[in-house]
Protein backbone atom coordinates (compact mmCIF):
# COMPACT_ATOMS: atom_id res chain seq x y z
CA UNK A 1 0.00 0.00 0.00
CA UNK A 2 2.44 2.09 0.71
CA UNK A 3 5.01 1.90 -2.46
CA UNK A 4 1.36 2.35 -4.38
CA UNK A 5 1.04 5.58 -3.06
CA UNK A 6 3.90 6.74 -4.76
CA UNK A 7 3.64 4.60 -7.74
CA UNK A 8 0.11 5.28 -8.82
CA UNK A 9 -1.01 8.16 -10.86
CA UNK A 10 -1.24 10.65 -8.28
CA UNK A 11 1.87 9.62 -6.62
CA UNK A 12 4.11 9.98 -9.70
CA UNK A 13 2.38 13.44 -10.75
CA UNK A 14 3.11 14.56 -7.74
CA UNK A 15 6.51 13.17 -7.40
CA UNK A 16 6.93 14.95 -10.59
CA UNK A 17 5.65 18.64 -9.38
CA UNK A 18 7.51 18.34 -6.48
CA UNK A 19 11.20 17.33 -7.68
CA UNK A 20 10.26 20.27 -10.35
CA UNK A 21 9.46 22.64 -7.12
CA UNK A 22 12.48 21.62 -5.14
CA UNK A 23 14.75 22.38 -8.49
CA UNK A 24 13.22 25.75 -9.68
CA UNK A 25 13.85 26.42 -5.93
CA UNK A 26 17.18 25.47 -6.21
CA UNK A 27 17.51 27.93 -9.54
CA UNK A 28 16.05 30.76 -7.54
CA UNK A 29 18.57 30.02 -4.22
CA UNK A 30 21.65 30.68 -6.30
CA UNK A 31 22.02 27.36 -9.10
CA UNK A 32 22.40 28.44 -12.47
CA UNK A 33 19.21 29.23 -14.57
CA UNK A 34 17.34 26.61 -15.92
CA UNK A 35 20.04 24.38 -14.21
CA UNK A 36 18.34 23.68 -10.55
CA UNK A 37 18.88 19.87 -11.49
CA UNK A 38 21.31 18.45 -13.75
CA UNK A 39 23.09 15.02 -13.49
CA UNK A 40 25.31 15.74 -16.40
CA UNK A 41 25.80 19.24 -15.57
CA UNK A 42 26.23 18.69 -11.90
CA UNK A 43 28.95 15.77 -12.41
CA UNK A 44 30.94 17.79 -14.68
CA UNK A 45 31.23 19.95 -12.26
CA UNK A 46 32.71 17.71 -9.99
CA UNK A 47 35.16 16.54 -12.12
CA UNK A 48 36.53 19.46 -12.45
CA UNK A 49 35.91 19.86 -8.52
CA UNK A 50 38.48 16.85 -8.03
CA UNK A 51 40.81 18.42 -10.86
CA UNK A 52 40.38 15.97 -13.34
CA UNK A 53 39.58 18.97 -15.56
CA UNK A 54 40.80 21.98 -15.62
CA UNK A 55 37.77 24.24 -17.01
CA UNK A 56 38.15 26.84 -14.64
CA UNK A 57 34.12 28.13 -14.88
CA UNK A 58 32.68 24.49 -13.99
CA UNK A 59 34.31 22.87 -10.75
CA UNK A 60 32.13 23.10 -8.07
CA UNK A 61 31.53 19.97 -6.07
CA UNK A 62 28.05 19.80 -6.59
CA UNK A 63 26.02 18.21 -3.35
CA UNK A 64 23.18 17.84 -4.80
CA UNK A 65 24.54 14.36 -6.78
CA UNK A 66 25.63 12.85 -3.04
CA UNK A 67 22.43 14.01 -1.93
CA UNK A 68 20.27 12.53 -4.42
CA UNK A 69 21.67 8.95 -4.25
CA UNK A 70 21.79 9.16 -0.19
CA UNK A 71 18.17 9.70 -0.56
CA UNK A 72 17.58 6.93 -2.77
CA UNK A 73 19.71 4.90 -0.13
CA UNK A 74 17.24 6.23 2.32
CA UNK A 75 14.36 5.30 1.08
CA UNK A 76 15.34 1.96 0.14
CA UNK A 77 16.28 0.70 3.34
CA UNK A 78 13.33 2.39 4.83
CA UNK A 79 11.07 0.23 2.42
CA UNK A 80 12.76 -3.22 2.18
CA UNK A 81 14.41 -2.61 -1.18
CA UNK A 82 18.46 -2.33 -0.49
CA UNK A 83 19.28 -4.82 -2.52
CA UNK A 84 22.90 -5.20 -2.93
CA UNK A 85 23.65 -6.53 -6.79
CA UNK A 86 25.95 -6.17 -9.74
CA UNK A 87 27.64 -8.11 -12.59
CA UNK A 88 25.48 -7.00 -15.65
CA UNK A 89 28.02 -6.33 -18.04
CA UNK A 90 29.68 -3.92 -16.21
CA UNK A 91 32.44 -2.83 -19.01
CA UNK A 92 30.01 -1.65 -21.53
CA UNK A 93 27.57 -0.12 -18.58
CA UNK A 94 31.11 2.23 -17.91
CA UNK A 95 30.77 3.10 -21.87
CA UNK A 96 27.46 3.63 -21.83
CA UNK A 97 27.99 6.23 -19.00
CA UNK A 98 30.64 7.39 -21.09
CA UNK A 99 28.70 7.81 -24.55
CA UNK A 100 25.87 9.19 -22.38
CA UNK A 101 27.97 12.33 -20.84
CA UNK A 102 29.92 13.24 -23.93
CA UNK A 103 25.96 13.89 -25.45
CA UNK A 104 24.56 15.34 -22.97
CA UNK A 105 27.63 17.81 -22.98
CA UNK A 106 27.04 18.44 -26.90
CA UNK A 107 23.60 19.64 -25.53
CA UNK A 108 24.82 20.57 -22.48
CA UNK A 109 22.63 19.03 -20.05
CA UNK A 110 20.82 15.65 -19.63
CA UNK A 111 17.11 15.02 -19.77
CA UNK A 112 15.85 16.92 -16.57
CA UNK A 113 17.70 19.77 -17.36
CA UNK A 114 16.18 19.76 -20.84
CA UNK A 115 13.26 19.68 -19.61
CA UNK A 116 13.69 22.57 -17.33
CA UNK A 117 14.93 24.62 -19.97
CA UNK A 118 11.68 24.52 -21.81
CA UNK A 119 9.90 25.09 -18.75
CA UNK A 120 12.10 28.55 -18.94
CA UNK A 121 11.39 29.24 -22.64
CA UNK A 122 14.35 27.60 -24.10
CA UNK A 123 13.14 26.64 -27.15
CA UNK A 124 16.22 24.92 -28.07
CA UNK A 125 15.22 22.12 -25.62
CA UNK A 126 12.86 21.36 -28.36
CA UNK A 127 15.32 20.35 -30.50
CA UNK A 128 17.35 18.34 -27.92
CA UNK A 129 14.50 16.31 -26.49
CA UNK A 130 13.01 15.35 -30.09
CA UNK A 131 16.59 13.90 -30.16
CA UNK A 132 16.46 12.52 -26.98
CA UNK A 133 13.21 10.48 -27.89
CA UNK A 134 14.17 9.26 -30.96
CA UNK A 135 17.85 8.03 -29.32
CA UNK A 136 15.10 6.00 -27.03
CA UNK A 137 13.49 4.63 -30.16
CA UNK A 138 16.66 3.34 -31.28
CA UNK A 139 17.19 1.56 -28.31
CA UNK A 140 13.55 0.28 -28.41
CA UNK A 141 14.49 -1.21 -31.70
CA UNK A 142 16.74 -2.99 -30.52
CA UNK A 143 15.21 -4.45 -27.26
CA UNK A 144 11.99 -5.76 -29.51
CA UNK A 145 15.41 -8.24 -31.37
CA UNK A 146 16.36 -9.15 -28.18
CA UNK A 147 18.82 -6.63 -27.19
CA UNK A 148 19.98 -7.22 -23.37
CA UNK A 149 22.58 -6.73 -21.03
CA UNK A 150 22.14 -9.88 -18.83
CA UNK A 151 21.04 -10.16 -15.24
CA UNK A 152 23.01 -9.21 -12.36
CA UNK A 153 23.41 -11.39 -9.19
CA UNK A 154 23.49 -10.46 -5.75
CA UNK A 155 25.86 -9.71 -4.18
CA UNK A 156 27.17 -9.41 0.01
CA UNK A 157 25.73 -5.96 1.84
CA UNK A 158 28.97 -4.11 1.48
CA UNK A 159 28.86 -4.18 -2.32
CA UNK A 160 25.22 -1.95 -2.09
CA UNK A 161 27.35 0.14 0.42
CA UNK A 162 30.21 1.29 -2.17
CA UNK A 163 28.50 4.25 -3.95
CA UNK A 164 26.46 5.24 -0.57
CA UNK A 165 30.01 5.70 1.43
CA UNK A 166 31.42 7.37 -1.75
CA UNK A 167 28.95 10.06 -2.09
CA UNK A 168 29.18 10.29 1.96
CA UNK A 169 33.36 11.11 1.79
CA UNK A 170 32.39 12.96 -1.60
CA UNK A 171 30.46 15.43 1.12
CA UNK A 172 32.97 15.19 3.63
CA UNK A 173 35.43 17.02 0.76
CA UNK A 174 33.27 19.48 0.82
CA UNK A 175 32.75 20.19 4.61
CA UNK A 176 36.61 20.04 4.87
CA UNK A 177 37.86 22.04 2.45
CA UNK A 178 35.64 24.53 1.77
CA UNK A 179 35.72 27.66 -0.58
CA UNK A 180 37.79 30.43 0.24
CA UNK A 181 36.16 33.86 -1.08
CA UNK A 182 37.65 34.55 -4.18
CA UNK A 183 39.83 32.12 -4.25
CA UNK A 184 39.56 29.11 -7.02
CA UNK A 185 41.26 26.36 -4.91
CA UNK A 186 40.80 25.11 -1.09
CA UNK A 187 42.66 22.40 -0.32
CA UNK A 188 42.68 19.36 -2.42
CA UNK A 189 39.25 20.49 -4.37
CA UNK A 190 39.01 22.90 -6.94
CA UNK A 191 36.07 26.23 -6.96
CA UNK A 192 35.29 28.00 -9.74
CA UNK A 193 35.27 31.80 -8.96
CA UNK A 194 33.36 32.77 -12.39
CA UNK A 195 30.86 30.90 -14.49
CA UNK A 196 28.23 28.44 -14.09
CA UNK A 197 30.44 26.95 -11.24
CA UNK A 198 30.49 29.65 -9.20
CA UNK A 199 26.66 29.62 -8.92
CA UNK A 200 25.01 27.64 -6.41
CA UNK A 201 22.54 27.56 -4.33
CA UNK A 202 23.57 27.33 0.30
CA UNK A 203 24.74 24.24 1.30
CA UNK A 204 21.91 23.34 3.22
CA UNK A 205 19.27 23.60 0.67
CA UNK A 206 21.20 22.19 -2.19
CA UNK A 207 21.45 19.27 0.21
CA UNK A 208 18.17 18.84 2.07
CA UNK A 209 16.41 19.14 -2.16
CA UNK A 210 18.94 16.68 -3.15
CA UNK A 211 17.77 14.20 -0.38
CA UNK A 212 14.16 14.90 -1.02
CA UNK A 213 14.34 14.62 -4.90
CA UNK A 214 16.38 11.28 -4.12
CA UNK A 215 13.80 9.87 -1.89
CA UNK A 216 10.64 11.15 -3.74
CA UNK A 217 12.32 9.41 -7.05
CA UNK A 218 13.31 6.25 -5.69
CA UNK A 219 9.23 5.61 -4.29
CA UNK A 220 7.90 6.79 -7.63
CA UNK A 221 10.58 5.36 -9.98
CA UNK A 222 10.82 8.20 -11.76
CA UNK A 223 12.72 8.24 -14.95
CA UNK A 224 12.41 10.55 -17.95
CA UNK A 225 14.39 7.48 -20.29
CA UNK A 226 11.31 5.62 -18.98
CA UNK A 227 8.85 7.52 -19.47
CA UNK A 228 9.44 7.79 -23.30
CA UNK A 229 10.87 3.96 -23.64
CA UNK A 230 7.41 2.87 -21.88
CA UNK A 231 5.29 4.99 -24.43
CA UNK A 232 7.13 3.53 -27.63
CA UNK A 233 6.95 -0.11 -26.58
CA UNK A 234 4.14 -0.61 -24.26
CA UNK A 235 2.15 2.60 -25.43
CA UNK A 236 2.24 2.85 -22.07
CA UNK A 237 2.29 6.81 -20.40
CA UNK A 238 2.18 6.21 -16.51
CA UNK A 239 5.89 7.27 -16.00
CA UNK A 240 5.04 10.07 -18.63
CA UNK A 241 2.19 11.70 -16.33
CA UNK A 242 5.61 12.47 -13.94
CA UNK A 243 7.26 14.36 -16.56
CA UNK A 244 4.23 16.07 -17.97
CA UNK A 245 3.81 17.40 -14.33
CA UNK A 246 7.67 18.00 -13.70
CA UNK A 247 7.20 20.61 -17.02
CA UNK A 248 4.03 21.58 -15.45
CA UNK A 249 5.08 22.61 -12.77
CA UNK A 250 8.30 23.83 -13.36
CA UNK A 251 6.83 26.25 -15.76
CA UNK A 252 4.24 27.52 -13.73
CA UNK A 253 6.60 28.43 -11.13
CA UNK A 254 8.98 30.47 -13.38
CA UNK A 255 6.25 32.40 -14.37
CA UNK A 256 5.03 33.57 -10.70
CA UNK A 257 9.16 33.98 -10.41
CA UNK A 258 9.31 35.88 -13.97
CA UNK A 259 11.92 33.86 -15.40
CA UNK A 260 10.46 32.70 -18.05
CA UNK A 261 12.02 33.65 -21.29
CA UNK A 262 10.57 32.21 -24.98
CA UNK A 263 13.22 32.13 -27.86
CA UNK A 264 15.92 30.44 -29.56
CA UNK A 265 18.77 33.04 -28.63
CA UNK A 266 20.04 34.20 -25.05
CA UNK A 267 19.34 31.59 -23.23
CA UNK A 268 21.22 30.71 -20.23
CA UNK A 269 24.29 27.94 -21.00
CA UNK A 270 22.93 27.23 -23.69
CA UNK A 271 23.62 27.09 -28.08
CA UNK A 272 21.53 27.22 -31.12
CA UNK A 273 23.21 24.37 -33.43
CA UNK A 274 20.24 22.01 -33.38
CA UNK A 275 21.32 19.83 -35.50
CA UNK A 276 23.99 18.87 -32.81
CA UNK A 277 21.42 19.71 -30.28
CA UNK A 278 19.65 16.90 -31.65
CA UNK A 279 22.48 14.50 -32.50
CA UNK A 280 24.04 15.19 -29.27
CA UNK A 281 20.97 13.91 -27.15
CA UNK A 282 19.93 11.49 -29.65
CA UNK A 283 23.69 9.45 -28.17
CA UNK A 284 22.64 10.39 -24.74
CA UNK A 285 19.40 8.73 -25.29
CA UNK A 286 20.22 5.59 -26.79
CA UNK A 287 22.92 5.10 -24.38
CA UNK A 288 20.42 6.33 -21.30
CA UNK A 289 18.02 3.13 -23.11
CA UNK A 290 20.84 0.67 -23.86
CA UNK A 291 21.72 1.31 -19.87
CA UNK A 292 18.41 1.10 -18.67
CA UNK A 293 17.87 4.30 -17.21
CA UNK A 294 18.41 7.99 -17.28
CA UNK A 295 20.89 9.61 -15.64
CA UNK A 296 18.90 10.48 -12.44
CA UNK A 297 17.41 6.95 -12.48
CA UNK A 298 21.22 5.12 -12.23
CA UNK A 299 22.11 7.60 -9.53
CA UNK A 300 18.59 6.21 -7.58
CA UNK A 301 19.44 2.57 -8.97
CA UNK A 302 23.29 3.23 -7.32
CA UNK A 303 21.46 4.08 -4.07
CA UNK A 304 19.27 0.52 -4.16
CA UNK A 305 22.52 -1.14 -4.11
CA UNK A 306 23.03 -1.62 -7.89
CA UNK A 307 26.91 -1.51 -8.14
CA UNK A 308 26.18 -1.56 -12.13
CA UNK A 309 24.52 1.42 -12.55
CA UNK A 310 27.07 2.99 -10.12
CA UNK A 311 29.68 1.55 -13.05
CA UNK A 312 27.36 3.86 -15.41
CA UNK A 313 27.37 7.45 -13.12
CA UNK A 314 31.46 7.05 -12.33
CA UNK A 315 31.79 6.26 -16.30
CA UNK A 316 29.64 9.74 -16.85
CA UNK A 317 32.01 11.41 -14.64
CA UNK A 318 35.52 10.25 -16.10
CA UNK A 319 33.89 11.16 -19.72
CA UNK A 320 32.85 14.83 -18.18
CA UNK A 321 36.73 15.06 -17.98
CA UNK A 322 37.84 13.49 -21.12
CA UNK A 323 35.10 16.42 -22.83
CA UNK A 324 36.59 19.28 -20.91
CA UNK A 325 39.68 18.10 -21.49
CA UNK A 326 39.85 17.41 -25.28
CA UNK A 327 37.53 19.64 -26.41
CA UNK A 328 34.36 17.78 -27.23
CA UNK A 329 32.04 19.40 -24.19
CA UNK A 330 29.65 22.00 -26.06
CA UNK A 331 29.63 26.26 -24.81
CA UNK A 332 26.60 29.14 -25.56
CA UNK A 333 29.39 29.75 -28.52
CA UNK A 334 28.80 26.23 -29.78
CA UNK A 335 29.66 22.93 -29.74
CA UNK A 336 33.48 21.79 -28.86
CA UNK A 337 36.31 21.77 -31.94
CA UNK A 338 35.98 18.21 -31.50
CA UNK A 339 32.51 17.39 -29.95
CA UNK A 340 31.08 16.24 -33.74
CA UNK A 341 33.75 13.84 -33.89
CA UNK A 342 32.99 12.45 -30.45
CA UNK A 343 29.60 11.81 -31.27
CA UNK A 344 29.81 10.33 -34.63
CA UNK A 345 32.28 7.63 -32.53
CA UNK A 346 29.68 7.72 -29.77
CA UNK A 347 26.91 6.66 -32.36
CA UNK A 348 29.25 3.49 -33.92
CA UNK A 349 30.25 2.64 -30.14
CA UNK A 350 26.66 2.69 -29.29
CA UNK A 351 25.65 0.70 -32.57
CA UNK A 352 28.29 -2.20 -31.87
CA UNK A 353 27.31 -2.33 -28.19
CA UNK A 354 23.39 -2.77 -29.48
CA UNK A 355 24.43 -5.31 -31.84
CA UNK A 356 26.97 -7.40 -29.94
CA UNK A 357 23.90 -7.47 -27.21
CA UNK A 358 21.10 -9.06 -28.73
CA UNK A 359 20.84 -12.25 -27.65
CA UNK A 360 19.04 -14.69 -30.66
CA UNK A 361 16.05 -16.96 -29.95
CA UNK A 362 16.95 -20.32 -29.60
Avoid at 77 to 83: A, H, I, R, T
Avoid at 185 to 207: C, D, E, R, T
Avoid at 228 to 256: C, E, K, P
Wanted: hydrophobic share 50%; proline share 4%.
Amino acid sequence: MQHRRFTGTFGIAASGALMAALAVGLQHLGNPANMGLCVACFERDIAGALGLHRTEIVQYLRPEIPALLLGSFIASLSFGEFKPRAGSSPLTRFILGMCAMIGALVFLGCPWRALLRLAGGDLNAVTGLAGLVTGIGVGTLFFRKGYSLGRNTPQRAGAGLVMPVLMLGTLALLLIFPQIAGEGKSGVLFYSVKGPGSMHAPLLYSLGGGLAVGFLAQRSRFCTMGAFRDLLMFRHAHLLIGVASFVAAAFALNLMLGKVNVGFAGQPVAHSAHLWNFLGMMTAGWAFALAGGCPGRQIFMAGEGDADAGLFMIGMIVAAAFAHNFGLASSPAGIGAYGDAAVYVCLIVLLGLSLAHVRKAS
